[in-house]
């Protein structure tokens, strides 16, 4: 393979792609424990928000690829980045109950028009024949900057308070000490701290709690300046692409197609289907954070224990693209499908950070076997003139799954891992791994019934 035959906008594209995962990555992998711990949320509502958010995030593509089709795609982009970049700064500077959900709420919208217009754009400039391996490079650098923004969410939520409190920034540590919670030791923040591995004094544990959440209103900012930077690539080295031969449509009948894509009950069967691979991976940021420093310990690097996911992406996407390209597109997914419910498993078995990390391993694996084979697939079935609109409702398994996930995640994580009393993550864990049981099941039924859409229009058209 000669990736030279990718045009620049192809690798502008990507570039964009991962400043904008930077941010988003580093900024939701805390926003759970943000919402219970900075703003003041109960850790049932946090979820629930959380949920109800992404899901916001992968509802709105639709309209917002509708828009970018007719708009273009980079017009598109310059929406998205200076609504995402204003989106993270509110949520970072005030961190209140009323202005986080306004801040989520324009995150939610200039990141519904990056995803249909970056898949999009990806499918335009991939040469001829060589659409899945652009996917799957895009699929890599998606989760190289998953993988970044954790770490670096890791450093500014655990070690910056760490550097601060030992320097002389006394009007900050000032600052940190009057308007950052907990505000005082109670009995239950008390036994919080005894359980920890090892014992903290109580005065020690507030301290550490008040600089974690300063550090993750940093990581928003942080957000802030890599939305920016996004934005500054659009300006300078993103080229719209080349669209000749496309039918020029009015918004009426754009969003006349969107509509219509709703009565295609295979269509909307399959997405829904794949709702239930979503459901078990958006756990990674809804459950999986809290369960690590409630159930494991308060100073494990939760957000490297996370980063494993798109780490192993990261190192064997390529070679797992490779070793499944033969395989039909229902089967490959099914496998990828199988090995995720796995992980789930594992988790609910080994209640230890490296039972955890073993876990989310395994759940990397079924990840990178299944989804750049599912964006491929999606975008095969999109006629001309309506790619972003096509990818932009593929999003919708994520809404279901999280609309859905979101408050199962918090009810679960009340039940079977509070902050005290008795806990039984495995029965969460389970749980999860059951709806994917289910998924799969639904995924060889749907096989049965409707085949491979794929294979059917090949055969039509020879």
């Not at 999280?402 to 005290?420: I, Q, T």
Request: hydrophobic letters at 55%; charged letters at 15%; a positive charge.
């Amino acid at each position: 393979m000669d990736i030279r035959r990718f045009p620049r906008t192809f690798w502008a594209a990507n570039t964009i792609e991962l400043f904008e995962r930077l941010a988003y990555y580093g900024m939701n992998v805390i926003l759970v424990l943000y919402l219970t711990r900075r703003v003041g949320f109960s850790v049932q509502y946090s979820a629930s928000i959380t949920g109800i958010f992404i899901a916001s995030l992968y509802l709105l593509p639709i309209p917002t690829g509708a828009v970018s089709d007719k708009i273009g795609f980079r017009n598109g982009l310059f929406i998205a980045f200076s609504v995402l970049a204003a989106g993270y700064a509110i949520l970072g500077l005030f961190p209140s109950m009323a202005s986080v959900i306004i801040a989520l709420a324009f995150i939610a919208v200039g990141g519904a028009f990056v995803k249909p217009v970056i898949s999009g754009t990806i499918k335009k400039t991939s040469p001829e024949g060589l659409s899945r391996i652009g996917f799957s490079i895009f699929y890599m650098v998606v989760n190289i900057g998953g993988f970044t923004g954790k770490i670096v969410a890791k450093t500014l939520r655990q070690d910056l308070g760490r550097w601060i409190s030992a320097s002389d920034y006394s009007k900050l540590k000032d600052w940190v000490y009057a308007n950052v919670p907990p505000f005082e030791i109670t009995e239950s923040l008390i036994e919080r701290a005894a359980g920890q591995n090892p014992p903290m004094a109580p005065e020690a544990f507030v301290d550490l709690l008040k600089w974690q959440g300063f550090g993750m209103q940093v990581i928003c900012l942080f957000s802030v300046a890599m939305a920016l930077v996004a934005l500054a690539l659009v300006a300078f080295a993103y080229k719209e692409p080349d669209r000749a031969g496309e039918p020029a449509r009015s918004m009426t009948e754009t969003f006349g197609d969107m509509f219509r894509l709703f009565l295609d009950l295979k269509f909307v069967s399959f997405i829904v289907i794949f709702a239930g691979f979503d459901l078990m991976f958006w756990q990674l940021y809804l459950s999986v954070p809290t369960y690590i420093v409630t159930h494991i310990s308060e100073t494990a690097p939760m957000e490297y224990i996370v980063a494993i996911n798109p780490g192993m992406i990261i190192v064997f996407q390529m070679v797992i693209a490779s070793l499944v390209v033969r395989m039909k597109p229902i089967g490959n997914m099914a496998l990828g499908m199988a090995i995720s419910v796995l992980g789930m498993i594992l988790l609910g078995l080994l209640p230890t950070l490296w039972g955890a990390m073993i876990a989310i391993a395994v759940f990397a694996i079924g990840e990178m076997t299944f989804a750049p084979r599912f964006l491929d697939y999606v975008s095969t079935l999109a006629p001309k003139g309506k790619i972003g609109l096509y990818l932009g409702f593929a999003y919708m398994r994520s809404f279901i799954a999280n609309l859905l996930g979101g408050p199962l995640s918090g009810y679960l994580l009340g039940r079977y891992c509070p902050a005290e009393g008795v806990r039984q993550p495995y029965k969460m864990w389970f749980t999860f791994a059951f709806i994917g049981v289910a998924a799969l099941i639904a995924l060889f039924v749907y096989d049965r019934i409707v085949g491979d859409q794929t294979e059917k229009e090949e055969a039509a058209a020879a």
